[in-house]
């Protein structure tokens, strides 16, 4: 299976192992929920996979990698404990808390969420002397004495022996125990993933070209070289931060990601053109109205790569301002819900200060609610954001309402400290808001504006080619630019949309009248 169908899978399992009957007991015992174990080669996702599996489902993640654990550091290390037993008194061996439950124990304090992923990485990687007690650990969820919280649900994860030469493999009484999940690269899921990320369009363009160089093994002269999914994300990171910084990007650098010599120089040398591409068809231009003649002229006859490189560019940044946008609406619907409460506490015979003693309190509040689902390992990026955005909000809202000042003027409280009250401290907190709105809608009216002129520019340069069904597929798998158009509409999306599907309706009809030879 691929990552997404393995995803999907961990999910489900997660929401069965925490159902509960109506005692309160869980439907399926502890001894019969299977670890999920996630068998493939390294690079192609587990660990991102577990990260997005807690997000979305709003539960913590505490994660580990097995490979650095010895027997002290998972079971807990051995001390001598007094008993009696019949009388008498006897010292026995009893062993502290592992360092992995106490981490769970600890995730769990430090956020408030009770119910989580165990996640075990490299699990097949164990060490000699910690494999006995994997077996107790799999079945009942124990490690040493301790044993591991109710509502959390152990996955694992590890390398084929191909890939690690440190895999043990496992015996037919520990996988027996497992629920094996064998995950395969597979480039489109990973393609929707790195849209998401906004992984740079010269990575994706170049895997479009050459699908087989996404994941690439290869025994030579000089060792064993690999291309991971990875690799190519890490290299997606460092290439915008050398753009930033006008740094040349070579071959040196590509293969400090890239360790096969061949791609390495094919994706270098794609990469310069890529550059002149973006200097030469001018991306700016284009989605404000105003192509160039000669760039039009240029991607009419240009070939499929060039093409295709140029699609990239112009979704690139189309994905980048919806994006934009949806952030800054879940913001302010976020923001919105708490001025909500501003508004009713500052009702009444209320002081500006209380108002802003007030909003100090929900600072705390947010700030405290982004740590909680950091620690539990449940905060996306794109969370993370909202969150700081409705803290800077608040922040500067609260320092208007203390100074009396909004964007730098001063205002007018009548002459008299009595008539600076509550209600109109709270008046100019809105106002700071209803700018916000209006900035936010004049974003989105600039983003749908360059949405008409993508397309009108796709239509004259490419017509109804295979470019610009790309550029339709596109906004439809990702996830910004499908909730953009669903959130805001676009006529041209929607007319472009109808048309392939009537086209591809119509190749598929005339392929079954083929089919029967009439």
Same mark, same amino acid.
């Given at each position: 299976?691929?990552?997404?169908?393995? &995803?999907?899978?961990?999910?489900?399992?997660?929401?069965?192992?925490? &159902?509960?009957?109506?005692?309160?007991?869980?439907?399926?015992?502890?001894?019969?929920?299977?670890?999920?174990?996630?068998?493939?080669?390294?690079?192609?996702?587990?660990?991102?996979?577990?990260?997005?599996?807690?997000?979305?489902?709003?539960?913590?993640?505490?994660?580990?990698?097995?490979?650095?654990?010895?027997?002290?550091?998972?079971?807990?290390?051995?001390?001598?404990?007094?008993?009696?037993?019949?009388?008498?008194?006897?010292?026995?061996?009893?062993?502290?808390m592992?360092?992995?439950?106490?981490?769970?124990?600890?995730?769990?304090e430090?956020?408030?969420?009770?119910?989580?992923?165990l996640?075990? $990485?490299?699990?097949?990687?164990?060490?000699?002397?910690?494999?006995?007690?994997?077996?107790?650990f799999?079945?009942?969820?124990i490690?040493?004495?301790?044993?591991?919280?109710?509502?959390?649900?152990?996955?694992?994860?590890?390398? /084929? /022996?191909?890939?690690?030469?440190?895999?043990?493999?496992?015996?037919?009484?520990?996988?027996?125990?497992?629920?094996?999940?064998?995950?395969?690269? $597979?480039?489109?899921?990973w393609?929707?993933?790195?849209?998401?990320?906004?992984?740079?369009?010269?990575?994706?363009?170049?895997?479009?070209?050459? +699908?087989?160089?996404?994941?690439?093994?290869?025994?030579?002269a000089?060792?064993?070289?690999y291309?991971?999914?990875?690799?190519?994300?890490?290299?997606?990171?460092i290439?915008?931060?050398?753009?930033?910084?006008?740094? +040349?990007?070579?071959?040196?650098?590509?293969?400090?990601?890239?360790?096969?010599?061949?791609?390495?120089?094919?994706?270098?040398?794609?990469?310069?053109?890529?550059?002149?591409?973006?200097?030469?068809?001018?991306?700016?231009?284009?989605?404000?109205?105003?192509?160039?003649?000669?760039?039009?002229?240029?991607?009419?006859?240009?070939?499929?790569?060039?093409?295709?490189?140029?699609?990239?560019?112009?979704?690139?940044?189309?994905?980048a301002?919806?994006?934009?946008?949806?952030?800054q609406?879940?913001?302010?619907?976020?923001?919105?819900?708490?001025?909500?409460?501003?508004?009713?506490?500052?009702?009444?015979?209320?002081? /500006? *200060?209380?108002?802003?003693?007030?909003?100090?309190?929900?600072?705390?509040? &947010?700030?405290?609610?982004m740590?909680?689902?950091?620690?539990?390992?449940?905060?996306?990026?794109?969370?993370?954001?909202?969150?700081?955005?409705?803290?800077?909000?608040? *922040? +500067?809202?609260?320092?208007?309402?203390?100074?009396?000042?909004?964007?730098g003027?001063?205002?007018?409280?009548?002459?008299?400290?009595?008539?600076?009250?509550?209600?109109?401290?709270?008046?100019?907190?809105?106002s700071?808001?209803?700018?916000?709105?209006?900035?936010? &809608?004049?974003?989105?009216?600039?983003?749908?504006?360059?949405?008409?002129?993508?397309?009108?520019?796709?239509? *004259?340069?490419?017509?109804?080619?295979?470019?610009?069904?790309?550029?339709?597929?596109?906004?439809?798998?990702?996830?910004?630019?499908?909730?953009?158009?669903?959130?805001?509409?676009?006529?041209?999306?929607?007319?472009?949309?109808?048309?392939?599907?009537?086209?591809?309706?119509?190749?598929?009809?005339?392929?079954?009248?083929?089919?029967?030879?009439?």
């Amino acid at each position: 299976m691929n990552i997404r169908q393995a &995803k999907e899978y961990i999910k489900d399992s997660v929401n069965i192992y925490l &159902k509960k009957d109506e005692f309160g007991e869980y439907c399926i015992p502890v001894a019969r929920q299977r670890p999920i174990f996630l068998l493939g080669a390294p690079g192609i996702g587990k660990t991102a996979v577990m990260e997005q599996v807690a997000q979305e489902m709003g539960i913590a993640l505490v994660s580990y990698s097995m490979t650095h654990h010895t027997r002290q550091s998972a079971l807990g290390l051995p001390l001598i404990a007094h008993k009696t037993y019949d009388g008498r008194e006897y010292d026995i061996s009893e062993y502290t808390m592992s360092e992995i439950i106490a981490a769970i124990y600890e995730t769990m304090e430090k956020s408030g969420i009770r119910e989580g992923i165990l996640f075990l $990485d490299e699990i097949n990687c164990v060490s000699e002397t910690l494999a006995p007690a994997m077996l107790q650990f799999l079945q009942y969820k124990i490690f040493g004495r301790h044993q591991v919280p109710e509502g959390w649900v152990i996955v694992t994860a590890g390398n /084929p /022996p191909e890939y690690n030469k440190s895999v043990r493999e496992f015996d037919v009484v520990t996988m027996d125990r497992l629920k094996v999940m064998e995950v395969e690269a $597979d480039w489109r899921t990973w393609k929707e993933y790195a849209l998401e990320r906004h992984l740079h369009s010269a990575v994706l363009n170049f895997l479009d070209l050459k +699908k087989e160089y996404f994941y690439h093994m290869e025994i030579t002269a000089r060792g064993r070289s690999y291309v991971t999914a990875r690799g190519w994300e890490d290299l997606s990171e460092i290439l915008y931060h050398y753009e930033e910084e006008s740094l +040349k990007v070579d071959e040196t650098l590509v293969g400090q990601y890239i360790r096969n010599e061949r791609i390495v120089r094919e994706f270098t040398a794609y990469y310069d053109l890529y550059r002149k591409y973006q200097k030469d068809y001018r991306i700016q231009e284009i989605l404000e109205g105003r192509p160039a003649v000669q760039s039009i002229a240029r991607a009419r006859e240009a070939a499929f790569d060039e093409r295709l490189s140029l699609v990239g560019m112009l979704l690139d940044r189309m994905l980048a301002d919806m994006q934009e946008v949806m952030e800054q609406t879940a913001y302010l619907t976020d923001t919105r819900a708490v001025l909500l409460a501003v508004k009713n506490m500052a009702a009444g015979d209320v002081r /500006p *200060e209380q108002v802003a003693a007030y909003m100090e309190q929900l600072e705390e509040k &947010k700030r405290g609610q982004m740590f909680a689902l950091d620690r539990a390992g449940a905060l996306s990026g794109e969370e993370r954001r909202k969150y700081k955005r409705v803290l800077r909000f608040l *922040e +500067k809202a609260r320092k208007a309402v203390v100074t009396g000042e909004s964007g730098g003027e001063i205002l007018s409280r009548g002459g008299q400290e009595d008539t600076w009250s509550g209600e109109k401290a709270f008046a100019l907190v809105k106002s700071l808001f209803e700018a916000e709105v209006s900035a936010m &809608k004049r974003k989105t009216e600039g983003v749908q504006e360059e949405l008409r002129h993508l397309f009108a520019f796709a239509q *004259e340069a490419f017509g109804e080619g295979n470019e610009m069904l790309i550029l339709v597929t596109e906004l439809t798998v990702s996830s910004a630019g499908a909730a953009f158009i669903a959130s805001f509409g676009s006529p041209e999306y929607q007319r472009f949309s109808q048309e392939m599907m009537l086209s591809e309706r119509q190749s598929r009809i005339q392929g079954q009248i083929a089919d029967l030879n009439l």
